[in-house]
């Protein structure tokens, strides 16, 4: 009689966490093949001493199947052990192939995943009500490359559980990955090496600084990458939106994140890799090193000798920030001659060669230094000196809140006034979401929550949005962003479907309704009766642009399609810039079944 082949999952490594199927299977075996190093042989004393043991690691396919269809014809039984659950790259399908083609016959029974092995060690769970409902399990291209669609820039821009297999080997490119992806860099990572065996080791960090503390582990092999928010369980829970604007990356209060291109500058040979090492962890960077350093960090522009300050105010208005990481009396010397206003200036950060301390110098407010400053200790393991009294005061100076917001303040003049009052413990009325309120200042001493211009009866107060031209006492007047939405649709599509991808398009980047105050297409589609439809369903202006106004703006993502049947380039990107007077798109086209949508800042 012919023997039987059963592929089973030997489980993470603990002997004890093999299925009590398999250990039957192995009890009755006559030839057991293994997967190498991470199949646990205490789990081959469960087959009897006299069956064959082989290790498949040093075998070919060919080789595996040949000992299989030996025994098999013998009448013998055969185990085939798979690390973990054979359905994850235990590239069984191939051998389940050769097995179909010579006619025998086989089973697959399950087994504990490594996947579930470091969930369980981190105790944590993939699947957190409140912050997602899917766990992604997925690998980054190495020797196997990874389809297109399925890379973590693309599976990533969500706030899913990602668990990576057998992508331990460049960490600072699965971090780069993640935040292109959308996550925020205080997204919890956590490295899980040899779960369940003797020696499993865990680190634990964030995007920030996952690579570093990866590196100091030494972890090279066999170890579970698992990313996102739901890591970080009731502690430090971060509640957090992936999607953000055309550039950067922020948590969804952005409160210990920062978007923007930083310029970071390094004028020693310590300091040039120290430049790198944090270039690593941030989303957009150029770094400038000096010529004679070339060599250590290629990535980087060179600067020549005495060339710094040039440099400097060159790059001044460029750069969202600027790093320097040299002593903090140089760098007050280089931008002395630079500086405008808190309302405009760059944020400026300055971090010694170390990496031990990284200090907000200038704009730690709006210009967001004192959070590129936590960011960059968090990266390098050292400290963030924030010296701004509500700060260290634990508290949320309505600046701060705005610039985390991306809302306008209108009357700048007021923010000294009132932030002394928040420090001073005087009567401020907040009229903005309720929810914002409980968030930053429920407990605040002297802070209360109205819901009009009417109730405010404080020494001072912050609006958000409303007309409070007659408020007696002095005010911080703030406006949240406005956008203009472009559309392009077919022809004869419904109002209702323009308002799904509308609704959608809205949705994925955390933009409310309110914010949207008009939208914008192509003048062919003029009298396009669900568009029209739609923009008088939301009661907002519809813009229309002709041919020659559409071409006349650059679009990342123009379309063959269009160019071919109207002669434009990109109807809902280019609409929506021109609504927006020449505005920065902040979600590049979204395409829907019939429709397509685009969205720009004023
Ligand atoms: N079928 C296996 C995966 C095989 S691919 C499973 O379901 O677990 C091999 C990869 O799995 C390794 O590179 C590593 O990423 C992961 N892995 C396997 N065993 C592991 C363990 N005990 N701890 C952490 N990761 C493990």
């Not at 297109?148 to 990533?156: G, H, N, R, S």
């Not at 969500?158 to 205080?186: E, K, T, Y």
């Not at 790059?315 to 007050?332: E, K, P, S, T, Y």
Request: include cysteine.
């Amino acid at each position: 009689m012919q023997g039987k082949v059963v592929i089973a999952g030997a489980g993470p490594g603990a002997a004890d966490l093999i299925t009590l199927r398999a250990v039957a299977v192995l009890k009755s075996a006559d030839l057991v093949i293994y997967a190498g190093s991470l199949v646990n042989p205490d789990l081959l004393n469960y087959a009897p001493q006299d069956a064959i043991k082989l290790n498949s690691a040093a075998m070919s396919l060919d080789a595996v199947i040949a000992a299989m269809k030996q025994a098999v014809a013998g009448g013998k039984n055969v185990v085939r052990l798979h690390t973990g659950d054979p359905a994850m790259y235990g590239a069984i399908s191939e051998q389940m192939n050769e097995l179909d083609e010579l006619g025998i016959d086989y089973e697959v029974i399950p087994g504990v995943s490594s996947v579930f092995a470091a969930a369980a060690a981190l105790k944590a769970e993939l699947t957190m009500p409140g912050i997602t409902q899917t766990a992604i399990l997925t690998r980054r291209a190495g020797r196997t490359p990874v389809p297109e669609q399925e890379e973590i820039v693309k599976l990533a821009n969500n706030n899913a559980s990602v668990a990576l297999f057998l992508s331990i080997a460049d960490m600072p490119g699965l971090v780069n990955d993640f935040m292109q992806a959308g996550r925020a860099a205080d997204t919890p990572v956590a490295v899980v090496y040899r779960a369940s065996w003797p020696n499993q080791q865990i680190v634990r960090g964030t995007l920030a600084n996952i690579s570093v503390k990866v590196q100091a582990s030494g972890i090279k092999r066999q170890a579970m990458i698992i990313v996102g928010a739901a890591l970080a369980r009731g502690g430090e829970k971060s509640l957090l939106y992936a999607h953000d604007f055309a550039h950067g990356y922020r948590s969804d209060d952005g409160s210990k994140t920062f978007a923007g291109k930083v310029a970071i500058y390094a004028i020693t040979e310590q300091g040039s890799r120290k430049a790198g090492e944090v270039a690593a962890g941030l989303a957009e960077t150029e770094i400038f090193i000096p010529e004679r350093f070339a060599d250590n960090l290629t990535q980087a522009t060179t600067f020549a000798p005495k060339q710094l300050m040039a440099l400097v105010r060159r790059n001044w208005r460029q750069f969202d920030a600027h790093l320097f990481i040299m002593a903090a009396g140089i760098v007050v010397r280089k931008i002395a001659g630079l500086l405008e206003s808190k309302l405009t200036d760059p944020a400026v950060v300055v971090c010694d060669e170390l990496g031990n301390n990284s200090i907000s110098l200038l704009s730690g407010h709006i210009g967001g230094a004192n959070r590129l400053a936590t960011v960059i200790a968090g990266i390098t393991g050292g400290r963030a000196i924030i010296t701004t009294a509500t700060d260290i005061n634990n508290l949320t100076a309505f600046d701060e809140l705005a610039a985390i917001k991306h809302w306008q303040i209108t009357n700048p003049q007021n923010i000294k006034i009132v932030n002394s009052m928040l420090l001073e413990g005087k009567n401020i009325d907040i009229l903005m979401p309720e929810t914002l309120f409980k968030q930053y200042y429920q407990s605040v001493r002297g802070l209360r929550w109205v819901e009009s211009v009417d109730d405010i009866t404080g020494h001072g107060a912050v609006v958000l949005d409303r007309d409070c031209s007659k408020v007696a006492v002095p005010v911080l007047k703030l406006k949240s962003m406005r956008y203009a939405v472009g559309i392009g649709c077919r022809k004869a599509t419904e109002c209702a479907e323009i308002e799904i991808a509308f609704n959608d398009a809205l949705q994925q980047a955390g933009i409310e309704q309110t914010q949207v105050v008009c939208l914008a297409s192509s003048d062919i589609k003029s009298a396009e009766p669900g568009l029209l439809k739609f923009a008088e369903k939301q009661q907002l202006e519809l813009k229309f642009y002709d041919k020659a106004s559409l071409n006349a703006i650059t679009t990342p993502n123009p379309t063959p399609r269009a160019i071919k049947e109207f002669g434009v380039a990109s109807v809902s990107e280019a609409a929506a810039i021109l609504a927006a007077n020449n505005g920065k798109l902040v979600i590049e086209k979204q395409k829907y079944a019939k429709v397509t949508i685009a969205v720009a800042k004023f």
